[in-house]
């Protein structure tokens, strides 16, 4: 068997020897984030139905950095379910606003901050791919902090963690992961098209 035909039968046999709650949270993702690319306010449920299937199938693995991931995940998603219903009555009512390049540095310095702590904690702790790792958890949290105050720039964050999330996950042989975040990586760029022209069509703000 080739090395291509070793890669796809891994990541076939990743896909169908998936748990059920594994299954089932990776639709919900899929369909999460699409709706947050339509800026749909069922997102917000979705999601939460999404990353507390996730977080406890990675508590039972003893995938304790990835339970605190989503328990994150999770309070950032009442947060953004509260902050988008406060903008005016139904989905959406909230503007897109983007980072001025004076808040972009500042939630850049806060990025790397988490990172370098994270990824020290995760080193002494013998993780595998420590600093890789926590690079990953770094920027999704303060892209889902973005993206739960309606920040533009939140795709771009996603966009970042998801493509250095797809190398992780093939150094480490989790084809199908690796894959499943190569989906997630194609929906940032769509999202970001769709938040920009509705950025585009409110008219500019700035956060």
């Not at 069922?42 to 999404?50: E, N, T």
């Not at 406890?56 to 991931?69: D, I, N, P």
């Not at 950025?199 to 956060?207: D, K, M, N, P, T």
Request: hydrophobic share 60%.
């Amino acid at each position: 068997m080739s090395e291509a035909e070793s890669i796809w039968s891994q990541i076939v046999a990743g896909a169908l020897g998936a748990s059920v709650a594994e299954q089932f949270a990776t639709v919900l993702g899929v369909v999460g984030v699409w709706l947050m690319m339509k800026r749909n306010i069922w997102a917000f449920p979705v999601g939460l139905a999404q990353v507390a299937i996730f977080g406890w199938v990675c508590f039972h693995g003893g995938l304790y950095s990835e339970t605190a991931l989503q328990c994150m995940f999770f309070g950032a998603l009442v947060y953004g379910w509260w902050h988008w219903t406060r903008g005016g009555p139904g989905a959406g009512a909230l503007p897109i606003t983007r980072l001025t390049a004076r808040r972009r540095l500042a939630w850049a310095a806060w990025a790397l901050a988490l990172w370098g702590v994270w990824g020290a904690l995760m080193a002494r702790a013998g993780a595998a791919l420590a600093w890789a790792d926590a690079f990953v958890f770094a920027i999704s949290v303060v892209s889902q902090i973005l993206q739960a105050r309606k920040v533009l720039d939140n795709w771009a964050g996603w966009l970042l963690a998801n493509v250095v999330a797809v190398g992780v996950f093939w150094t480490k042989e989790y084809y199908w992961f690796a894959v499943l975040y190569g989906i997630f990586a194609a929906m940032a760029c769509g999202g970001w098209r769709e938040w920009a022209r509705g950025f585009r069509a409110q008219g500019e703000s700035v956060a």
